[in-house]
Structure formats: C-alpha cells, structure tokens
C-alpha cells in the first residue's frame, strides 16, 4: 500500500471514530431513537406510503435479516415504527414509521444537522458541495469494489 493509500486509510478510520462519538453523544442527549437506529428508522420511512418489507429493509440495507428483525423489534418496542402482518404473505411484516417515528426522525435530523452547521462554519459552500459529492462518489464505487471482489470470490 502507497503512502497515499495510507494517509486515506487513517482518514476513513478517523471518520468513523467520528461518526461513531456523533452517534453516542445523540445517544446520550437525545434518546428518543435507540442509538444506530435513525438510518434504520430513515429507509423504513422511505419505502413507500405503505410502507416495507423487513426482508427489502434488510437487502437494502446490506443486513442480516435477523439484525434487522432485533432492530425493528426495538423500533416497534419503542413505538417508532407499527409492524403488521401483510395480508397478501402471512409470514412477512410490513413496517411503517409511526408518527412518533416521524417526529423523532425529524428531532434526529435537525439535531445532526445543528452539529454539521457547527462542524463546517468556516467552510464555503462550495468546499461542502465538494465533499458531498466525493462522499457520494466514494460510497458507490466502494459498492462496486465490494461487489467485484465478491464476484471474483465466487468464481474461485
């Protein structure tokens, strides 16, 4: 590995110990949502008006379906979300954010948002439409690594 390829390395690692103290401080301000669980509770609330389906929920996601099963038993536990049996499979669950799960959603996001305002103050909107956009770009063609490597794994 390069020095470059280093230097990235340290930087995603640091991002994520970020990323990992931000969700731990929401937790311990604002426990409304259990910690880890807003991405979670944000795809179950973009499914459809209907809602979704825990096993598209988990494909989606990348999850096991049984994390995503403790996961949502959490959600509707603490309100957040309503499972019902789908009339159409009586062996699947649809799921649909509450509007409980609504307003801690919206608590959530206004919340990070209030940290990131913070967070990139002195930087232009310019230097933050560029790292959206190296973010975004980084995610898909992580994607696309992952699932190259996976192909060439299952070809061996």
Known sequence: MDATSQELVTRLQDLLT???????????DRPA????LVGLLRHIDRGTD???????L??????????VSRAVAALV????????????DRRASHLKVTPAGRAALTEAYDWYGGVLARALADWTPAE??????ALARLTRDLEVALTRHDNLEDAR
Do not use: F, I
């Not at 536990?77 to 009339?87: E, F, K, Q």
């Open 18 to 28: 970020g990323v990992r103290l931000l969700k731990q401080r929401r937790a311990d």
């Open 33 to 36: 949502v259990p910690p880890g």
């Open 50 to 56: 209907t809602g979704c389906h825990a096993r598209d």
């Open 58 to 67: 988990a494909e989606r996601r990348r999850l096991d379906p049984s994390t």
């Open 77 to 88: 536990a603490d309100g957040l979300v309503d499972r019902r049996t789908d009339p159409e």
């Open 128 to 133: 933050v439409a560029a790292l959206s956009a």
